[in-house]
């Protein structure tokens, strides 16, 4: 034990030699630390190489605590090469520093903003704005969001000094430095290399010690700051709470009281002054912290803009002026106004998403919108539903100047009066309207214009009980919620006419777009789109009622509440991922084959062929390994269910296993491919679909035959169109005895003479195959470049043999009979004579 003590002790005097040199460099290094000012990594030495060479000298003759030895000199130099490498490495690492300049420019935006949420608390009224509460709220996300990342950013610096610091500390324990070279010449080399090293680690040590402490004053400056937001924002989710429990109480005078306050009376004029003051400042710090999110709106809409513009130009260079133009008139709305358009989407889709947005910056994206609409409604709306509209944004502007106002005042509570009054008048004429147009509207334009009444209604009845608060939040929401219904079904429109120029214009181009069933995806894509748009509707509608967080947190809490059943614990919300990942699989799966694939009668080979099932396979592969990941379910578990399928095909899954197997067969062989003409047994038709399970057949008489995968392998199977799509057709026809043989074959084969649809190669043939009863009895073979052509070229080619032979005056002989009476009754003998005195049996 005492031994460890005595070796330990040496080598803290060793490390304290190499290192630090002595305790009296130390100390003097530290008094000359004190007297810079500005610290300098290129004038951190506080000992010159001199006074390091002469302490080095002097300890290595203390043999007690080093050994001097030949034999190590090799380890020695390699360990001081290494060493001065990587003090060097670390020296670059702290001379290109650690980039804080953008904390240090945002601290003074930060401080401004937190000065400003405190001045608009203390000024609060007594009858806050709920959407003045929010706005800070918003505000101290934003902040909280950005100290949380700068705190995330300066940890991670100062992980990495604290790395630094333990390499450092790491060069001290090295035994191996013990040892010094006996030879002069050897010691030479080693004193002058071990003080550069020496040199160069007080050099490297004080820089990382003052890098240490500048990020250390900094993470201070940023953790007071964080506090300071995250005690404002418990402050504006108290005022909420406060809010929300008093939202159907009193909060002001009645009407028919007198409106000046005796306390301090408040002009409408002067708070509203004040109001946009503060609502600018707001806009402008958060323009400043997230000015990312203009840009992306921006660079959003000039994309889909030139998205647009390059379609428009495509379907006028490769359709004729006449054609082309009823294309675009297809597209009412982005190819008339483009730019219109454009807005619509990026404002739209801002009000979706902006849920932590100010209040001033909300309005100004449906400023915008409603200016768009208004373009595009002036060209397409009649006369009476355009002035309607007109009302609406009239309507919308005085909402919108009133959600700005930080304080209750009298003049307000008359206009909300009067705002409820003209909403529901409003509300009244467009269902007149709606009634008598044969304008085409939305299928919910009926209930949206009476839950317009109904929450207008129920406005001015809280601003006649003096609840000016919630009348405001109601009469706002009314008009809100009209306009943005309005406007995403715009949207939509929109969206499907971008998506149907998109395929016009790349109808005869070899992308996968010219292979895309549109009419189906359409029809698809329609449906998807409106029910996003339905509940994006439903997003903006609690938000404007400011019930947005209270069921976003609800229902996050119940999704995410633990459940167990037995041993296995679960929670909704891995239940509702795992069904969702397997429903986005599926209908990827099946969108693959609908913009693919070739339905129906008119159906196509297409390039994809049989990959498409194999796609398809592989998506549904992934969603269901995603699916298990993503819902946090463990994947031994797939091997439970693995054993349970095993077990379920041993007891009756057995011919749906053969028909997925068979499925696999198909895609790697392709026996049969999409658009193939095929005959099954009695079954004839065109392949519409290969699917995983079944297969569907297009009949010819417009049935659909599914048929099991594991039919196609395992019957017989005759494919028309393996190959190619040419087909031979056969058929006879006979002439009467006595007729020109060599007349008989010309006329057959004129009639295959410069016919296009024909194949030359091999030739029509022509031959004589037998004496019949009636006729002489010729067989014709011909080719077709297309099988689906058979009927109608056959058909042409026997009328002209037809018309031709009878020009000729060759007969076609009917079948004839001679009949021979053997006997027959005395009675119908006279009888035949009675009614037929000439004739002779």
Request: charge should be positive.
């Amino acid at each position: 034990m005492s031994f460890n003590v005595k070796v330990n002790n040496r080598l803290l005097q060793v490390l304290f030699w190499l290192l630090p040199v002595t305790t009296g460099c130390l100390h003097a290094d530290a008094q000359q630390r004190k007297k810079i000012k500005s610290l300098d990594t290129l004038h951190l030495v506080a000992v010159d190489s001199a006074t390091i060479r002469k302490n080095i000298a002097a300890l290595s003759r203390d043999t007690s605590q080093v050994k001097k030895s030949d034999t190590a000199v090799a380890i020695l130099v390699n360990r001081i090469e290494n060493y001065t490498l990587m003090l060097n490495d670390l020296m670059s690492s702290l001379k290109r520093g650690f980039d804080t300049s953008s904390i240090n420019t945002g601290l003074p935006l930060t401080d401004t903003s937190l000065a400003l949420i405190k001045l608009n608390i203390a000024s609060l009224g007594r009858t806050p704005n709920i959407n003045d509460i929010y706005t800070n709220k918003v505000m101290l996300e934003q902040l909280q969001r950005k100290l949380s990342s700068w705190q995330s950013t300066l940890f991670s610096y100062y992980n990495k000094l604290i790395n630094i610091n333990d390499t450092l500390h790491s060069l001290r324990r090295d035994t191996a430095m013990r040892n010094i070279p006996a030879e002069d010449e050897l010691y030479g080399f080693y004193l002058e290399q071990m003080t550069n090293l020496i040199l160069k680690f007080r050099t490297v040590d004080s820089a990382n010690r003052y890098t240490l402490t500048q990020i250390g004053l900094l993470q201070n400056k940023v953790a007071n700051r964080y506090i300071d937001a995250s005690n404002l924002y418990e402050d504006m989710n108290y005022r909420l709470i406060q809010f929300s429990s008093n939202m159907f109480v009193r909060d002001y005078h009645y009407l028919w009281q007198p409106h000046h306050d005796s306390i301090n009376p408040l002009g409408f004029f002067s708070v509203l002054r004040k109001s946009l003051h503060k609502s600018t400042k707001v806009l402008v710090i958060f323009s400043a912290i997230q000015w990312p999110v203009f840009f992306i709106w921006l660079v959003l809409a000039l994309l889909f803009l030139w998205w647009v513009h390059n379609n428009i130009r495509r379907i006028r260079l490769h359709y004729p002026e006449q054609e082309g133009e009823a294309i675009l008139q297809h597209a009412k709305y982005v190819y008339r106004f483009p730019l219109a358009s454009s807005i619509v989407l990026i404002t739209t889709l801002s009000a979706v998403l902006s849920i932590r947005y100010p209040i001033l910056f909300t309005e100004i994206t449906w400023g915008l919108n409603i200016v768009a609409l208004t373009i595009i409604f002036r060209m397409h709306l009649p006369g009476s539903l355009f002035k309607t509209w007109l009302m609406l944004v009239g309507l919308l502007f005085a909402y919108s100047l009133n959600n700005l106002l930080i304080e209750v005042t009298y003049a307000e509570q008359w206009g909300l009066l009067l705002g409820a009054i003209l909403s529901i008048i409003l509300g009244i004429r467009l269902l007149k309207e709606t009634a008598l147009t044969s304008f085409a509207q939305p299928k919910y334009a009926q209930p949206l214009i009476r839950l317009l009444i109904a929450t207008s209604c129920f406005s001015l009845l809280l601003v006649i009980a003096a609840r000016v608060g919630s009348a405001k939040i109601m009469g706002s929401s009314a008009i809100v919620n009209t306009i943005m219904a309005l406007s995403l079904s715009v949207l939509v429109k929109i969206l499907m006419e971008a998506v149907y120029l998109q395929v016009e214009a790349n109808k005869d181009s070899s992308t996968f777009i010219s292979f895309m069933d549109y009419q189906e995806v359409q029809r698809k894509l329609k449906a998807f789109l409106n029910v996003v748009a339905y509940v994006s509707w439903l997003i903006i509608l609690t938000r404007n009622l400011y019930l947005y967080d209270t069921i976003y947190d609800y229902v996050r809490d119940f999704l995410l509440a633990p459940h167990q059943i037995g041993s296995s614990a679960f929670s909704f919300s891995s239940v509702i991922i795992f069904v969702l990942v397997i429903w986005i699989a599926t209908v990827a799966s099946q969108l693959i084959a609908y913009m693919f694939g070739n339905t129906g009668q008119n159906a196509r080979k297409t390039k994809f062929g049989s990959a498409l099932l194999l796609l398809r396979l592989a998506v549904l592969a992934g969603g269901v390994l995603l699916a298990f990941a993503a819902s946090g379910i463990p994947m031994d578990k797939l091997t439970i269910v693995i054993g349970a399928l095993g077990v379920g095909i041993g007891f009756g899954l057995q011919n749906i296993v053969n028909n997925l197997v068979s499925g696999i067969i198909l895609a790697f062989e392709k026996p049969i491919e999409v658009g193939d003409v095929i005959e099954l047994g009695s079954r004839s038709g065109v392949v519409k679909e290969v699917g995983i399970r079944s297969s569907k057949i297009s009949a010819y008489d417009g049935s659909e035959v599914i048929v099991p995968n594991g039919d196609l392998i395992s019957q017989q199977l005759i494919n028309w169109t393996r190959t190619n799509r040419s087909r031979r057709v056969t058929f006879a026809i006979g002439v009467a005895y006595g007729s020109d043989v060599k007349q008989v074959t010309d006329i057959i084969k004129s009639a295959f003479t410069d016919r296009k649809d024909v194949l030359t190669l091999p030739a029509p043939l022509v031959q004589l195959f037998e004496f019949g009863d009636n006729a002489v009895n010729f067989r014709v073979y011909f080719w077709i470049a297309d099988l689906d052509n058979a009927g109608i070229i056959q058909s042409e080619v026997l009328s002209y043999i037809y018309n031709t032979l009878n020009k000729a005056g060759i007969t076609l002989p009917y079948p004839q009979r001679d009949l021979h009476l053997r006997s027959i009754d005395e009675s119908l003998l006279k009888r035949w004579d009675k009614s037929s005195p000439d004739s002779t049996l």
